[in-house]
């Protein structure tokens, strides 16, 4: 007997959702298949929520009221002197049995309906479906649209061939779910043409610029950026006759709705470089490829473009000033993203401290990492480096790299190629932390609340990062260095990192640290400014860098930056290295760049670029892109930065929501409710008295 009342009240739940949603539902008992874009709530969880909220109580079972769940949950509505048709309006969306209250049921079902891919239509429909019969009758359709601020403003004719051809001429048809998504994207230019012809008492096909801004305020502020709704009467019309013609007005509407299409069409003109500018025949040769866009858009594309800046050209960036609302900007994103700016802003020093150290953890073991991939390498180039010419030297032992490389193995053995290795994993750690957390630390103070961290920010960056990691970098050269040489010479006791360090000292550790930092510090400079370059080169269009184009943008960014500060490594490597008997000794920096021009020539300061582009290219690609696997795959939010290109635009579902009780579906409740409005037109009254609002705001 209880099972089968369980399974009476699951039918009677399913059923609920069949009504709020039919198309997700084959049968009362038949799951739905339909693809979740977002994670559902636990019930028990959601349930909590559900009880906190709710205030009535009948029969041992609690129920929400419409207010509850409009105004105390969703926060909608929230002003005294709010619209109680509105209130209602919204809250019988959720509200299928029509009651006035809410129970559990209904209030899981809507969650499940807002984790679907078309949950803004499906909630348009709900609106709509005010008896909650799953179909739309025309009596309905009138309600609501007359509710509606857009009605208020300029009446719809519901005595038209669009309402007829839909609910049939005497207006008894209804409408399915599938088909009223059709109608409600058609309405609004339905709606549009109305007000035109309104306009147009005498017929001519024209209306002035003030009557082309008062119907485009009124019946399509939703798709109106700031640029536009201010410039509508300047680029309203003709260059000759200032009037606006129905095709001009018709073509306006259908740029701005077609405006992501344009954008697409930018990216793939110009191969995805968001900075490209483009001419009016440029644009018009690739949208040959784009039927939906015509010439006359692409004029008025152009027109709203000089506005902006009078060259004749237009970028990406252009086209997101002019582009109706997106996610990112709407009033909801806006709040959570000042939100996170706020709570940035405030966040402890002791976060901060914390968030270096993690970043210090991390680049300690992508260091490490990048060091053993091309360790190999650098012992070659710094063979090469130490490979002196003089009278009393001899012939020399190495022709060239790859020689060089064969010579090691061929005598000492491949894992002669790994000597000094051991020190240098010791010393590597601590030195590309420190590179990498000063480099992100510098970047952050010096980033502008908005906008992107200038050139000049970049290059002190990438700077301060390359002196600050000196005082573990000569240390470890040094030892490395005169390990890697060890091996060139016969000697009767065996070289260690512990004999090294004892035969130089403390203070000898420091030897050649001021070549050191005139390679460090242009070398950083140069190499975290072009790989920032790089690294957005190569994002998706979505901002998104793969691991894959993060090692590119790595690998890319190292070439100059080794190839560049070869001479000053050429001349802190003939420091650090002990001079054998009838090699030239040095004095200092200077003394040392004199002796090798006059001796060696010009040439002798780029000895061993391609082995130094070929060492550090690969090794700062595989260390850059094992740190920010490791910061995505270990994220921990310290309120600050998370890496650029480590994630795509936020999408609604990634904005944390303003109420936490927002769980699950409810995450995009707020957002759901608000996009009926910005990319339907269905804007509803918000105030029983309308210059209330003028007060509100």
Request: hydrophobic share 40%; proline share 4%.
């Amino acid at each position: 007997m209880a099972a089968s009342m369980i399974g009476i009240r699951k039918d009677e739940e399913l059923s609920i959702v069949a009504r709020i949603w039919p198309q997700r539902w084959k049968a009362a008992c038949e799951p739905a298949k339909g693809v979740q874009w977002i994670r559902r709530a636990d019930t028990e969880n959601l349930k909590a929520v559900f009880q906190k909220y709710a205030s009535i109580k009948k029969k041992d079972e609690q129920f929400m009221s419409h207010e509850d769940f409009i105004r105390r949950f969703l926060g909608l509505l929230s002003h005294k002197n709010y619209n109680p048709d509105t209130a209602w309006l919204l809250g019988n969306v959720v509200d299928t049995t029509k009651n006035g209250m809410i129970s559990f049921a209904e209030f899981q079902a809507f969650e499940s309906l807002l984790c679907s891919p078309d949950a803004m239509y499906g909630l348009a429909f709900q609106l709509f479906d005010t008896f909650g019969t799953g179909s739309v009758t025309y009596d309905e359709f009138e309600k609501v649209i007359s509710h509606t601020t857009l009605h208020q403003a300029i009446p719809f004719n519901f005595e038209c061939d669009f309402i007829d051809l839909h609910f049939g001429k005497n207006k008894r048809r209804e409408v399915s779910y599938s088909e009223f998504t059709q109608i409600i994207h058609d309405f609004h230019e339905e709606h549009a043409i109305q007000a035109f012809k309104k306009f147009d008492a005498d017929h001519t096909g024209f209306v002035t610029p003030l009557e082309f801004r008062n119907i485009m305020t009124e019946l399509k502020g939703h798709l109106l950026t700031p640029l536009v709704e201010e410039n509508l009467v300047a680029v309203a019309g003709s260059e000759k006759a200032h009037r606006v013609s129905y095709p001009f007005f018709v073509a306006f509407i259908s740029l701005l709705n077609n405006m992501e299409l344009v954008k697409k069409l930018h990216v793939v003109a110009t191969k995805g470089d968001k900075k490209a500018e483009l001419t009016r025949e440029e644009i018009l040769h690739e949208a040959q490829n784009f039927t939906q866009i015509t010439p006359m858009e692409i004029d008025i594309l152009f027109k709203l473009v000089d506005v902006l800046r009078q060259t004749g050209r237009v970028t990406y960036h252009d086209l997101e000033v002019l582009a109706p609302i997106e996610v990112e900007k709407m009033p909801y994103s806006l709040q959570t993203i000042k939100h996170m700016a706020d709570s940035k802003e405030t966040r402890s020093n002791f976060m901060g401290v914390l968030e270096s150290a993690y970043r210090f953890a991390l680049g300690a073991i992508a260091g490490a990492t990048g060091a053993t991939a091309v360790y190999p390498i650098d012992l070659v180039k710094t063979r090469m480096q130490n490979q002196r010419i003089g009278a009393d030297i001899g012939e020399l032992m190495y022709k060239n790299s790859i020689d060089c490389f064969k010579k090691v193995i061929r005598f000492e053995g491949v894992f002669g190629l790994y000597r000094g290795l051991g020190p240098q994993l010791v010393g590597v750690a601590p030195e590309k932390a420190i590179k990498l957390t000063t480099n992100d630390f510098m970047r952050d103070k010096l980033h502008p609340k908005t906008g992107e961290l200038p050139l000049w920010g970049e290059i002190v960056s990438g700077g301060c990062a390359g002196a600050s990691q000196v005082v573990f970098t000569n240390p470890l050269e040094i030892v490395k260095i005169r390990l890697q040489v060890a091996g060139e010479i016969m000697a009767t006791e065996r070289v260690s990192a512990i004999t090294v360090i004892k035969d130089l000292g403390f203070f000898g550790l420091y030897k050649g640290a001021r070549a050191c930092f005139l390679r460090d510090i242009p070398f950083s400079a140069i190499y975290f400014t072009s790989y920032a370059h790089a690294k957005k080169g190569l994002a998706d269009e979505n901002g998104y860098n793969s691991p894959l184009t993060l090692l590119l943008a790595g690998t890319v960014a190292g070439a100059p930056a080794a190839s560049l500060t070869t001479p000053a490594d050429v001349i802190k490597t003939r420091l650090q290295v002990v001079a054998r008997e009838g090699q030239t000794t040095y004095t200092g920096l200077i003394d040392c760049a004199r002796k090798i021009w006059k001796e060696e020539g010009g040439r002798a300061f780029w000895k061993g670029a391609p082995a130094r582009v070929f060492r550090s290219s690969p090794q700062f690609g595989v260390t850059l892109v094992t740190y920010e696997l490791l910061q995505r795959m270990f994220y921990v939010d310290f309120g600050g930065r998370r890496p650029v290109g480590s994630e795509s635009k936020l999408s609604r579902a990634d904005l944390p929501p303003a109420n936490p009780d927002h769980i699950g579906g409810y995450k995009l409740a707020v957002a759901t409710f608000e996009g009926i409005e910005t990319k339907f037109g269905l804007c509803l009254p918000k105030f029983t008295n309308p210059l209330a609002s003028v007060a509100a705001s």
